[in-house]
């Protein structure tokens, strides 16, 4: 989401669509409409924390668990299962993320209270898929096999962004599911799906400290965190451990990870152009996505398919059609050749 999205300032804590609220408060509001406030955690990379306070003031300090390192999803839900089975070893945890867009909020509940009650009962990893609407190929895609009850499959298999060719193929025949990387299973689960597949990081823990606080627990994982490896909940544990189900689910659903993908999940205004919250004039121009500060006006003549937007003291104007590996090299070669102050 380069350029509007920074690393001082990323895409969770902006207010991409102008509506009052970051992704992270909209994600959190989410989420306390599932389960009580009292229960949600968020977890971050330390260089956030501050951001977090100012954003969700109404979260206690100690649910506010800061990575010292990136280490990816997975490490990260390792350890928020290890946090949660401590106060409730009976629990179900849902792993929500917050750069995503939901529409629909009353079927997201549904879904996700469903999901909920299939995990309490079933010791399994529980993934939240969505029909595809698109050949997307910045997207996950996990193929139903034998279903389990009303809307529950076992996952036959799962393809981390496909090819466009792939995922057309996909999308036609009706037997894959968006990945929307939210996940639930009950805690008991977790900790053995984890147990097998990490490193023994927290289990060592509990072993030195069989009645540690959360403080302590904090102090060890700044220290012990980059033992884990760097690996994502879908190549770590969607594609390793067994007994993984998808629920298809009917809420909307959108991964802000990319401009093409936010361009085909947003409804389009004249002439097929998608204009995110900006003041702009428009001519002979179709098929683009348009994103730009306030207080500027933009007027675009002649344009086909392309991504105009505008942060800071960075204009992008790039072809919308597969741009995710075009801005990964941009940024990388601006990051050398310009200067953290760009990226």
């Given amino acids: 989401m380069w350029p509007c999205s920074r690393q001082n300032d990323p895409k969770q804590f902006l207010d991409f669509f102008g509506l009052g609220k970051t992704q992270l408060q909209q994600t959190y509001e989410r989420a306390a409409q599932i389960v009580p406030p009292q229960n949600i955690f968020i977890n971050t990379n330390h260089i956030y924390v501050d951001k977090v306070k100012e954003q969700l003031p109404q979260v206690d300090a100690m649910h506010i668990m ?12 390792a350890w928020a299962c290890h946090r949660v089975a401590s106060i409730n070893p009976d629990a179900n945890l849902v792993v929500m993320p917050s750069d995503q867009a939901i529409y629909g909020d009353d079927v997201f509940r549904t879904n996700m209270l469903n999901g909920m ?4 009962s079933h010791d399994c990893l529980l993934t939240m898929g969505i029909k595809p609407t698109r050949p997307e190929p910045g997207y996950g895609y996990i193929q139903l096999g034998a279903p389990e009850c009303h809307d529950v499959y076992k996952v036959k ?13 996909f999308m036609e025949s009706g037997e894959w599911c968006w990945n929307t990387g939210l996940f639930l299973f009950n805690v008991r689960y977790g900790l053995r799906c984890f147990s097998n597949l990490f490193p023994m990081v927290l289990r060592n823990f509990d072993k030195l400290n069989p009645n540690w606080s959360s403080e302590e627990e904090n102090r060890y994982v700044d220290e012990h965190f ?37 361009y085909e999940a947003l409804p389009k205004g004249n002439d097929d152009n998608v204009v995110i919250d900006s003041d702009v004039m428009i001519d002979n121009a179709k098929d683009n996505i348009i994103k730009l500060p306030k207080n500027r006006l933009a007027v675009i003549n002649g344009l086909d398919g392309y991504i105009v937007a505008e942060e800071n003291n960075v204009l992008l ?3 919308k059609e597969d741009s995710s590996a ?7 070669e601006i990051s050398l050749k310009k200067g953290e102050k760009f990226v």
């Fill in 66 to 77: 800061a990575e010292p390192i990136w280490r990816n999803t997975a490490p990260s839900v």
């Fill in 117 to 120: 009650e299939f995990v309490s």
């Fill in 226 to 262: 980059p033992l884990y490896p760097n690996v994502s909940m879908e190549y770590g544990v969607l594609e390793k451990c067994e007994d993984v189900y998808v629920m298809r689910c009917n809420f909307g659903w959108a991964d802000l990870g990319t401009w093409h993908g936010i």
């Fill in 326 to 332: 075009l801005i990964r090299k941009y940024v990388a």
């Fill in 317 to 319: 104007i790039c072809k």
């Fill in 157 to 169: 298999s799962f393809t981390e962004k496909p090819d466009r060719d792939f995922a057309q193929m």
